[in-house]
T-cell receptor
Framework: SAVISQKPSRDICQRGTSLTIQCQVD?????MFWYRQQPGQSLTLIAT?????????ESGFVIDKFPISRPNLTFSTLTVSNMSPEDSSIYLC????????????FGPGTRLTVT | GEDVEQSLFLSVREGDSSVINCTYT??????LYWYKQEPGAGLQLLTY?????DMKQDQRLTVLLNKKDKHLSLRIADTQTGDSAIYFC?????????FGQGTTLQVKP
């Protein structure tokens, strides 16, 4: 398994500002993912972040709005830029442990409210 | 396209079995997952099944996969009040997870 922590756990931000969310894993992993869960909704993949390459974004998500860094195999950040109330969501990172295991684990999430 | 569907709500009595159903559309999915989300918490991986299997059992949990019908189910035996949560099924396509809407399981004492 993998133990994942995220910072901050929650934040209230003003529109027009940016917030960077950190994701730390207790072991080296190749594949990390960022998801969004809007209030009362399911999870939607924002992007895949692999170390040593640019993040791959899903349809409807762009790098200017959600820049991602992946400096090493245990850490990643997601920035939510120029926030609006529509960005109020829970943001979760996840990892695939790889090898012969295809288990995917999630962090506890960052609950973001934009006012 | 990729689509995963679940019924939204299930209510059972404590001690009964719960069966949560899920259908998916993409036949190229390699693994299928079940996650549990309690209020205000993150997602807990319950179990997963490889697409070439048809059943997997893990203590109180039984996963059944009908690949022909693209149907996945999660059976929880002897359901307890602590099992009350939202249950998400998800299919993995090249590592990306596509989630269903989630099924809220209510367990009545």
């Amino acid at each position: 398994s993998a133990v994942i922590s995220q910072k901050p756990s929650r934040d209230i931000c003003q529109r027009g500002t940016s917030l960077t969310i950190q994701c730390q894993v207790d072991s080296q992993v190749t594949m990390m993912f960022w998801y969004r869960q809007q209030p009362g909704q399911s999870l939607t993949l924002i992007a895949t972040a692999n170390q040593g390459s640019e993040a791959t974004y899903e349809s409807g998500f762009v790098i200017d709005k959600f820049p991602i860094s992946r400096p090493n195999l245990t850490f990643s950040t997601l920035t939510v830029s120029n926030m609006s109330p529509e960005d109020s969501s829970i943001y979760l990172c996840s990892v695939e442990t790889g090898g012969r295991s295809y288990e995917q684990y999630f962090g506890p999430g960052t609950r973001l409210t934009v006012t | 396209g990729e689509d995963v569907e679940q019924s939204l709500f299930l209510s059972v009595r404590e001690g009964d079995s719960s069966v949560i159903n899920c259908t998916y559309t993409d036949s190229s999915s390699t693994y299928l997952y079940w996650y549990k989300q309690e209020p205000g918490a993150g997602l807990q991986l319950l179990t997963y099944i490889f697409s070439n299997m048809d059943m997997k059992q893990d203590q109180r949990l039984t996963v059944l996969l009908n690949k022909k019908d693209k149907h996945l189910s999660l059976r929880i035996a002897d359901t307890q009040t602590g099992d009350s949560a939202i249950y998400f099924c998800a299919e993995s396509i090249t590592g990306k997870l596509i989630f269903g809407q989630g099924t809220t399981l209510q367990v009545k004492p």
